[in-house]
Structure formats: structure tokens, C-alpha cells
């Protein structure tokens, strides 16, 4: 071979390897998504959001480094179900998981299955609720079920393991172990760390057992709401007054068995998890609340009052595992270099009740259980400390995820990207949300029901058992107490709504014929499930 001949081969070759090398470069440098869901944790119940109730120092940093989204929304207010959204980019009647009692597809299309395509690690660890073995993931450790709070069971790549301790700090160290010591340094990687706090009931860790035991709690204003004017919203069973169980939800287990309990055997069976010694530390901080409540006799307010302030002690107690957690998370990314590229989303997989219209859980869709938290930071595109209040749904999440990391958005998802919205590079974005409820009849008897939520108003139809329609107007009436409802000075506002609930509805193929049949569905799947349980 000539000089000439071989100074162009080696050009060549030059060319192609540096070719290789940028292309491995720019893949490494697609970013990494760590994805944080806790369980039913209030927007209320973050100190970036609101801060009356408690201090998230943790968890308001990725507020404070990236944007505190203030109008995030889920589809369907239920544990799995939101769950099922959030991995499809799906509604619920399309992916098939409407409610918590259904079993999910695993087989269909997610987005951890289209990051994998994409070269992505993917990793699930923690809560998922939805049983079957989780596809799309490189390594899975997951909970069973709802989990439990003390010495929990995981099921790690399929084989079931128990881990002593406490949950949120056992998800926390999963999780750390997964980046430091199983992923592959060389790719990109999806992260999704999910907690089972706060999910009920309540059950803090010791180390955050006096974090809020002397606090009383202002009630909201609208705790003794009389629901006048919205009879489907009184047919609940969801009171803290009414509902709240004083033994499995409030930690009143007495050894004399003389507080009242429906679920008693529950709280027995969540505290026989314990070791000797971490039940000694439990009742020493327990026993004494059992000693006082016994002695003092309340009755009426007093007791409601109560009531109220032990279930945010422990709600709250649950939350600060949580924040502290967070901390331990983005401490390492930091210390890792791997913050400057690394897209961190802390979300919920639905808001909660603390205390409004004198509720816990969630379901109906009022702002405190549709709306839930969304605080993301990537310092590549999202301005610190920026807030958006552009009308974002977990339907959102898989959509985004393959935006960021440069992956085709498949037709069939339903939800939209909000890379450009965050980045502040497009005002162009959705002017309402759609939202059903589809686990009737059910527990905390909320009925089915479907709405929308525009920036000023909701409309909301509730079937089934009652046939009634709800209108709120948010920014005069932002609790909801006045259904305006065929008033005539929103009649044309009325029907503007409605026109846009139809047209939603006909976009993400839904229909009172679909609905009809997912009754009939609902109700033949529950009696066979109860008659093949009795055989």
C-alpha cells in the first residue's frame, strides 16, 4: 500500500472511531431519570407547596433547584391505578387498571419497556402495587402488595426476600445499592424509587416518633362541612370522625381489649411484624397515649379534635422518613456528579384528605385528592426556583420521559410531553384535564364518577347509584362548598363545560356506553371472584 493510500485509510479510520466515540458520548450523555413516588402524600404536607403543617427541607430542594409545578393532576385518585398511568401514558379505561381490584396487563407496551428499547438501564424499587412480574425493568425489588411498614417483604428480580427494619429507610438503601453497585456505568438509566409512605396507616419510624407528638393541629375550616347542596359527597365513609378506626388507624391498641375496633385484628397482624425490640420502643411511645386517652374522657369537639391531631402525628411522622430519604437521595447524586445530569421528579401517586371536608383518602375528584405534587429539576433545561401552572397530569410522566431522553413518543399514548413547558420555550399547552372514578361499589363508598377541571372551574357527573352533576367555580369558591349547578349566571359557562367534557371524552375514546359496560364488568368480576373464593 502507498504512504498516500495508507494516510487515507488511517483518515478514515480516524474518522470512524471519533464517529463511535461520539455517538457512545452523546448516549451516556442523554440524562438519567430518578423518578420518586410516595403514596398518597398531600400537597398540603410539603413545606415548598404550603408549610403550615410541616418542613420538607429536603424535598423543597428540588423545588428550589428546578420548578414546583402548582396545578399537577392525576387521572383516577386510586393507589394502582395512577400507577398503571404514569407507566402507559394511558387513561385508565385504555390500559385496562380502573381500579385497584383488576389485575394488571404487564404484557402491554410502558415506558421503562421503551427506554429499555432505547438503550436506557431501568430499575424499579419499592411500592408498585400491581401484581405480576414487573416487565420492562432490568432489576426489580418491589413490595408485594401495599406493603408493609416493619420487617417488609420484597420480591427482588422474583425471589422473595425480608429485609429488617423500617420501609422507607429499606427502600432508601435498595435504592442507593442500585446505583452505586448494580447499574451499568455506560448507559443511561431509569430510576423509579417508590415509597409506600403515606400510605395508610400511619406507622412512623421510631426516629420520628416525638417529631410531632405534642402538635395541635388547626382543623380546616371546612371540617364540619354539611355538604349541602352535593348529597353524593355525603354518602361517604371516609370521616375522621365516623370512619377513622381508633385502634388500626389511630395505634389504640390496648391490651384490654376495650377500645373499639372493626380492625383490630389488622393492627395486631401490622405489629406482629415487630421484633421484641423494636415492639418495645413502639409501646413505650404508644402506651402512654393509650394510658391518656383512656383517662381523659373527651367527648364531642374535644374528641374530634383529638381524633384529628393523632392522624396527623403519625401521617405527618411518615412524611419527615420520606423528606429525610429525598435528602440521602440527592446527596449522593451530588456527591456522584451525577445532579448536573440527572432529571429528579418527586411526585405522589395521588393527593390525600388531611382533615378537609372532614375526610382522609382520597377518590372523589375535589382539589385535595385529584391534585398532587409535581416538583422536577434539570439544571440542563429547568430554571431553578421557576413555577409552572400549566395543567399537568401523571398521564404526562411517560410521554416526557422519552421526550428528555430522545425516544419517539408512540401514538397511542394519551398524555403530552412537558419538556417545553418547563423549559419555558412554549406557552402552547392543554386547557383542561379529564378525570374518572371507577372502584363503586367499593370501599369508602365514593361513587363512579367523571369530570373536567379547566384553570377557573370543574364540572363533575356522578352515575351509578346517584345521577347528579357538580360545578365549582375555583377562584371564588376554592373549597368547593357551592355547587352551582344549573344557576343561571353560569349557564352558558355550563355549557361551554360540557362541550369540552365531550370533546375530551371523544379524544381519549371514552363514552356512557364504555361505562355501562364496565359496571356490568365490574360487578360479574366481583361475583366471581367471591363465589370461587367460597368454593
Known sequence: MSLFRSI????????????????????IQRPNILFIMTDDHAVKAISAYDGQLNTTPNIDRIANEGVKINTGFVTNSICAPSR??????????????????????????????????GGYETALIGKIHLKGKPQGFDYYNVLPGQGHYYNPDFIENGKKVQYPGYVTQITTDLTLDWLKNKRNPEK????????????????????????????????????????????????????????????????????EDEIPSRYRNGAKRNTGRMTAAQRAVWDNHYDPIIKSFKTQQLSDAALNQWKYNRYLQDYLATVQSVDDSVGEILDYLEANNLDKNTIVIYTSD????????????????YEESLRTPMLIKYPKEIPAGSACNALIQNLDFAPSFLD????????????????????????????????????????????????????????????????????????????????????????????????????????????????????????????????????
Open 188 to 255: 443511561p438509566f431509569l430510576l423509579l424509587c417508590h415509597q409506600k409512605a403515606a400510605h395508610r396507616t400511619w406507622m412512623p419510624e421510631p426516629k420520628h416518633f416525638k417529631t410531632f407528638a405534642n402538635k395541635n393541629f388547626p382543623m380546616p375550616e371546612t371540617f364540619y362541612d354539611d355538604f349541602e347542596g352535593r348529597p353524593v359527597a355525603k354518602t361517604h365513609k371516609m370521616g375522621i370522625v365516623n370512619d377513622m378506626d381508633w385502634v388500626y388507624d389511630l395505634k389504640l391498641l390496648d391490651d
Open 350 to 365: 395521588q393527593g390525600f384528605y388531611l382533615g378537609e371536608h372532614g375526610w382522609f383518602d382520597k377518590r372523589f375528584m
Open 8 to 27: 487515507n485509510f488511517l483518515a478514515v479510520c480516524i474518522v470512524f472511531v471519533n464517529s463511535i466515540h461520539a455517538q457512545n458520548t452523546e448516549a
Open 84 to 117: 398503571a398511568v404514569m407507566l402507559t401514558g394511558k387513561h385508565s379505561h385504555i390500559n385496562g387498571k380502573t381500579n385497584n381490584i383488576y389485575p394488571f396487563n404487564w404484557d402491554q407496551d410502558n415506558v421503562a419497556k421503551q427506554l429499555q428499547k
Open 404 to 535: 428528555y431522553a430522545g425516544i419517539k413518543i408512540p401514538e397511542d399514548i394519551q398524555g403530552l410531553s412537558f419538556r417545553a413547558v418547563l423549559s419555558q420555550n412554549s406557552k402552547s399547552w392543554r386547557d383542561a384535564v379529564f378525570y374518572s372514578y371507577y372502584e363503586h361499589p367499593s370501599e369508602h363508598h365514593v361513587n363512579r364518577h367523571y369530570g373536567i377541571r379547566t384553570n377557573r372551574y370543574k364540572l363533575i357527573h356522578f352515575y351509578y347509584d346517584q345521577e347528579y352533576w357538580e360545578l365549582y367555580d375555583l377562584k371564588k369558591d376554592p373549597h368547593e362548598l357551592e355547587n352551582l349547578y344549573n344557576h343561571n349566571k353560569y349557564k352558558k359557562i355550563q355549557a361551554n363545560l360540557h362541550h369540552q367534557l365531550n370533546v375530551l371524552r371523544s379524544d381519549y375514546k371514552d363514552s356512557d356506553a364504555l361505562n355501562t359496560a364496565m359496571i356490568k364488568n365490574f360487578n360479574n368480576y366481583k361475583a366471581n371472584k367471591k363465589k370461587n373464593k367460597k368454593s
